[in-house]
C-alpha cells in the first residue's frame, strides 16, 4: 500500500522496517496497525489537536514556547531550528500563510510520502497548530504533480476533517511540477504567487514577504508532525528520545544493499550501523553509505558507527539531510553512481544562476568522463577546481549539494578515481548500477 | 554604528558581464565563465569607495554592498 | 542653399549646432550601449571603462540638448515659448518635425531619472525604461531631418549617414557576437535596423530634399492640427 509503490523510480517496495517499533511515534500508529489512519484512527489514538490556545494578543503562544522547550529542527534537509522560523513569521505584521513542503524531490528519499500516507493528519494537524500560533489563516499543501493517488489520498484526508469541523483555518492542497529544485522553499512560494517552481534569491525571505507579500512560514512535512505531538505531549515528552543537543526522532529511508530497504523512524543519535541493522542489514559487504540524498555525503564503511547527529557527522562532512541512507556494496563502482546522480542534479537545475547553468554541467561531465574511463591528464585538478567553486554562489542550495556530493566521492572513492585515470575503469564498472536514478533530462515544465 | 559593508550578489539576475571584477579585483574573482566569485564578502574601510563605485557599475544592477556585517 | 542657411540670430546658430552635436552624441552614446550590451568583451580597455563612457556622453549630450533647447525658445525668430521644450507637438513653428525633437528630449528625461535612481527602482523597472533610448534615437534623427534648416547641407547629410551606419553597424555586429536563444527579440532588433535607414531614405528623397519643404514642413501643422 506504501505510496511509493507509484513512484515511477522505485525498484525496490519500500516499507518500513518490521518489528522494532520502541522509537517509533510519527508511525506508532502504523507499526500498531499496518493501516493508514483514518481521521477517526487519528483521533482515537492522539485525541483533537490542542487549539485551545488561540487567545492572547502579542505574546508568545505556548506552542512556540513548547517548540523551542523541544528543540525541534527542520526535517526537511537544512535542520534549522524550528521556533525561529514560528517567532520570525509570528512577529510580522499581517495575515501569516502556512506551506507545508510535501515535495520530496530528493530521489531517495521516501519518507515524507510514507508519511503522509500513513498518518497524514499527524501532518495537518501539526500545520493548523502552526498557523494558528502564527497567526495565519491559510495552510497550502504542495505535493508533487507526478504522484497522483497521494493526491487524491490526502484531498479525501482533508474533506474528512472539513466535514468534522475540525480547522478554524482554511487547508489547500497543490499539486507543482516535480523537479530536484522544486521543493526548495522559495520554490513553492513562488509557485504559489503563480510563478515557476524555481528557486528565489532573497532577500526579501519568505518569512518577510512570501505568499502573496505575506509572511510565510514553510515547513516540511514530518517537522510538522513533529510540532503536533510536542503540543500535545509537551517538549519534556519529545526530549525523552535522541540527544540533549539534538532531541527527537527522525525518519529514515534506508535503501541499497541491505535485507529490507524501508522508512523507519529512529531516535537521533542512533549509529548508522544501527540503522543499516533495522533495515534487515547489509546484504552484501558495503563499500560506503551515501548519507543525505543525491545532495549528500559519501562516507566510508569505516565510519559507519558514527551516530545521527549533526554534530557527529560534521566532523565528516556530512549531514543528516532529508534522512536518507543507501548502502553502496563493494561490488559497485562508487564514481559511476556519483556520475550518474550528478548528470541527473546538473539537469535539474533551474538554470537561473550562472554556476549552476555552467559549472554544475561542467563537473558533472568531468565525473562522466573519469566514470567512463575517458579521463585527459587535467580532469582531477580541473575537477577539483571546479567542485570547489560551486559553494555559496547559487540562489538556493543546488550546487552547494550538488558540490558536496563529488567532493565527497573524490575523497571516499580515491582508490577508484585513481584505477579509473590510469587504467580506464575498475572491475565494477561494466556491472549493473546499483542506485535508481531518475533520468538525467531537464524538467519539462516549471509552472 | 556600524558602516560596515557587505558584498551580496543576486546570483539570478547576474549574468557574468565581469565589470564588478575589473573595479574591485581585491575582493572579486571571476570563474571561468566570467561569473564573479567572492573572496571576501566584507568589504574593508580602504576599499569601500571602490566597493560603491563596482556595485553602480554592474549593469545587471546584481552588486550590492549591504550595510552589516555578513 | 547657403543663403537658407545663413538667416537669423546668433542664437539660431546657436541651436542648430547644438543641436547637430547633441544628435552626435546621442549617436556615440547608443552605439556604446548597443555594443556593450553583448557578451564580447572589449581588449583594450575594461567594459567598465565603455560603461563610464556610455555615462559620460549621455550627460553632455543632456547637456548640449539643453543648449540646443534653450537657444531655440530664446530665439526671436520662431517664438517657441517654454511648454514646447516639454509638451511635444504643440509648437507653432513645424509642429510636428519640433515635437519629435521634445518627445526624444522627454524620453531621454525619463531615461536620466530612472538611472539616477536605478539601484531603488531594480534592474527591471530600470531596463524597462532605458529601452526608450532607443526609441529616442530614431525621434531625434527625423525631428533633425524634417526641421530640415540644414539638411541640404551636403555635410550634413553625410554626418547623418554616418550616424545611421554607426547605430545600424552596432546592431549588425551585436547579433554577429550574440549566442542562440531569444530569437523575437532579435528579429525584431534586426528589422529595426533595416527599416529606419529605408525610412529615412525615402523620406528624404521625398521631403526635405525636394523644393518648397519648408512650406511643406510648416503645413505638416495642418494636418496634424486636423487629427487632434
Partial sequence: MSSSATAPFAPHHLAPGPGDAADARLLAGWYATGQPATLADHLGRHGPPPVTAVAGGRTSPPLVEAVEAAGLTGRGGAGFPTVRKLRAVAGRRGRAVVVVNAMESEPASRKDRFLLAVAPHLVLDGAVLAAIATGADTVHVCLPRDRSDQYRQLSAALEERRRARLDPVRLRLHALPHTYVSSESTSLVRWLNGGPARPQGSPPRTHERGVARRPTLVHNAETLAHLALIARHGPDWFRQAGTPDEPGTTLVTVSGAVAAPGVLEVALGTPLTTLLGRAGGPTEPLRAVLLGGFAGTWLPDAHTHTPLTRRDLAPLGAVPGAGVLVALPHTACGPTETARMLAYLAAHSARQCGPCRLGLPAVAEDFTALAAGRADPDLLSRLHCRTGLLPDRGACRHPDGAARLAASALRVFADDVDRHLTHGGCPATHRPPRIPVPPATPPETWR | MTRTRTLRIDRITCTGRGLCAELLPELIDLDEWGYPVLKDRAVPDHLRTHARRAVAACPRLALHADRGRP | ?228
Avoid: N
Fill in chain 3, 1 to 228: 542653399m547657403t543663403t537658407l542657411a545663413l538667416t537669423g540670430s546668433p542664437l539660431w546658430y546657436a541651436s542648430r549646432a547644438s543641436g547637430t552635436l547633441a544628435l552626435v552624441l546621442l549617436t556615440a552614446t547608443v552605439v556604446l550601449g548597443i555594443a556593450s550590451g553583448g557578451r564580447a568583451a572589449p581588449r583594450r580597455i575594461g567594459r567598465f571603462e565603455i560603461g563610464l563612457l556610455h555615462r559620460d556622453l549621455s550627460l553632455l549630450t543632456l547637456v548640449f540638448l539643453a543648449v540646443h533647447v534653450v537657444t531655440a525658445v530664446l530665439d526671436p525668430f520662431v517664438h517657441l515659448g517654454w511648454a514646447v521644450s516639454v509638451v511635444p507637438f504643440g509648437a507653432s513653428y513645424r509642429p510636428l518635425w519640433l515635437g519629435l525633437g521634445t518627445a526624444a528630449l522627454d524620453l531621454l528625461l525619463a531615461v536620466l531619472l530612472t538611472s539616477a535612481l536605478r539601484l531603488r527602482l531594480g534592474v527591471r523597472r530600470w531596463k524597462a525604461v532605458h529601452w526608450l533610448a532607443y526609441a529616442a534615437w530614431p525621434l531625434a534623427l527625423f525631428h533633425g531631418v524634417g526641421t530640415g534648416t540644414d539638411t541640404r547641407l551636403p555635410l550634413q547629410l553625410w554626418l547623418y549617414a554616418g550616424c545611421l551606419a554607426s547605430v545600424v553597424g552596432a546592431v549588425w555586429w551585436r547579433l554577429a557576437k550574440a549566442g542562440p536563444g531569444r530569437v523575437t527579440g532579435r528579429l525584431v532588433a534586426a528589422m529595426a535596423a533595416t527599416a529606419v535607414p529605408v525610412v529615412l531614405s525615402a523620406f528624404l528623397a521625398g521631403g526635405p530634399l525636394q523644393p518648397g519643404w519648408a512650406q511643406r514642413a510648416a503645413t505638416t501643422a495642418a494636418l496634424l492640427g486636423g487629427g487632434r
